[in-house]
T-cell receptor, first 116, second 114 residues
Framework: AQKITQTQPGMFVQEKEAVTLDCTYD???????LFWYKQPSSGEMIFLIY??????QNATEGRYSLNFQKARKSANLVISASQLGDSAMYFC?????????????FGSGTQLTVLP | EAGVAQSPRYKIIEKRQSVAFWCNPI?????LYWYQQILGQGPKLLIQ????????DSQLPKDRFSAERLKGVDSTLKIQPAKLEDSAVYLC????????????FGPGTRLTVL
């Protein structure tokens, strides 16, 4: 079984500063994918960034980057130059390659608040 | 391109009543998912359809929950009878073909059971 752990229920960051949201995972699969989603108060899950287990470089998408440390089984999300619109719930998720592990498994989320 | 549509957005019912949610996926997406998101938790997969067939319903409480996707396009999730612990947001998502494709989520239906 695969598991995602997000240990920060809430985080605060000053506007224009960078923030790191923590995510650790556990899986027996050798091939897997790691995702980060943003969920604003409107409820929709918005895909942010993806990292494959065999990708040698950390994924980046605009102001989002994923700090992937395979040996430590961590996949932290870094948001640079925070904006007020970044205030939302952030979920880390993973997907394995075989059987039921192919389904997305989500962590419990981190509520990020960007302060003006 | 239109996104995943869901209705209603909000629903309040008494326990033991029944309720139904509707989802219309992105056009051309063969795979449709229903997730349950309890407050303070991440979404949990209830059921996955590939076209009009069920791929995975291992976490669906089948004594009270049912879902169908008769024509392989839109889908309905039903709860009968509802319990207090069913209060949650029900998210629908779709992907082009299988779980390895990116999933696009709808806005969700927030259910409150009193």
């Amino acid at each position: 079984a695969q598991k995602i752990t997000q240990t920060q229920p809430g985080m605060f960051v000053q506007e224009k500063e960078a923030v790191t949201l923590d995510c650790t995972y556990d899986t027996s699969d050798q091939s897997y994918g790691l995702f980060w989603y943003k969920q604003p108060s409107s409820g929709e899950m918005i895909f942010l960034i993806y990292q494959g287990s065999y990708d040698e470089q950390n994924a980046t998408e605009g102001r989002y980057s994923l700090n992937f440390q395979k040996a430590r089984k961590s996949a932290n999300l870094v948001i640079s130059a925070s904006q007020l619109g970044d205030s939302a719930m952030y979920f880390c998720a993973m997907r394995g390659a075989t059987g039921s592990a192919r389904q997305l498994t989500f962590g419990s989320g981190t509520q990020l608040t960007v302060l003006p | 391109e239109a996104g995943v549509a869901q209705s209603p957005r909000y629903k309040i019912i008494e326990k033991r009543q029944s309720v139904a949610f509707w989802c219309n996926p992105i056009s051309g997406h063969a795979t449709l998912y229903w997730y349950q998101q309890i407050l303070g938790q991440g979404p949990k997969l209830l059921i996955q359809f590939q076209n009009n067939g069920v791929v995975d319903d291992s976490q669906l409480p089948k004594d009270r929950f049912s879902a169908e996707r008769l024509k392989g396009v839109d889908s309905t999730l039903k709860i009968q009878p509802a319990k207090l612990e069913d209060s949650a947001v029900y998210l629908c998502a779709s992907s082009f073909r299988d779980p390895l494709d990116e999933q696009f989520f709808g806005p969700g239906t927030r259910l409150t059971v009193l």
